[in-house]
């Protein structure tokens, strides 16, 4: 295992998950297989109450959602976290027809 650094995604207010998710950390729990127990930055341990967008440091654009306490979110998107490379759950959007 690796961590890796990475950066929240701010500006998500009309961003909803997929159908079939009640939430972005019900998307990241149910893609996991697990309750989120902890916030998953390194060296945090708040309660995780949100499912985070975020993005590698330096790397594509490609968005990730992960489970971080209410005080991490708060922080900058300038703001560089260490996080599990393993922790990090895609963002695959489905298309939804008529």
């Known amino acids: 295992m690796r961590f890796i650094e990475v950066k929240l995604i701010k500006d998500i207010s009309n961003d909803i998950p997929p159908k079939g998710y009640l939430s972005w950390l ?8 697990i309750k989120a127990k902890e916030c998953e930055f390194l060296l945090c341990v708040g309660e995780p109450v949100i499912g985070a967008k975020i993005v590698k440091v330096n790397r594509s654009n490609r968005e990730y959602i992960l489970p971080i306490c209410s005080h991490c ?8 976290f260490e996080a599990w490379e393993c922790d990090l759950v895609p963002v695959i959007m489905m298309k939804e027809t008529d």
Do not use: T
């Not at 979110?73 to 560089?80: A, G, T, W, Y």
């Open 26 to 33: 019900d998307y990241w729990e149910k893609k996991k297989g």
């Open 73 to 80: 979110n708060l922080q900058s998107e300038d703001k560089i």
